[in-house]
């Protein structure tokens, strides 16, 4: 299984924190990427994905979501 990439906007966004746990107790493994504190992050979220809000998990160029998702962690969990 690749490592996906959870773009979130910090420690307060609590789907963040959800999707993060999900992806964990799925044994889904993923590197998290602020995108407060990373500004090219945030433009290729917000401009080339088209995403307004957080967590934004991206498995691949074709297969990402955005917000709390369980029902597309499980997808991915069990590929």
């Given at each position: 299984?690749?490592?996906?990439?959870?773009?979130?906007?910090?420690?307060?966004?609590?789907?963040?924190?959800?999707?993060?746990?999900?992806l964990t107790r799925n044994g889904v493994p993923f590197i998290e990427v602020d995108i407060r504190?990373?500004?090219?992050?945030?433009?290729?979220?917000?401009?080339?994905?088209g995403y307004t809000e957080a967590p934004v998990v991206v498995v691949d160029e074709h297969d990402h979501w955005s917000g709390f998702r369980p029902d597309q962690i499980d997808r991915i969990a069990h590929a």
């Open positions: 299984m690749n490592t996906v990439t959870v773009y979130t906007t910090g420690p307060s966004c609590q789907r963040c924190k959800l999707t993060k746990a999900v504190e990373q500004p090219a992050a945030r433009d290729y979220v917000v401009d080339e994905l």
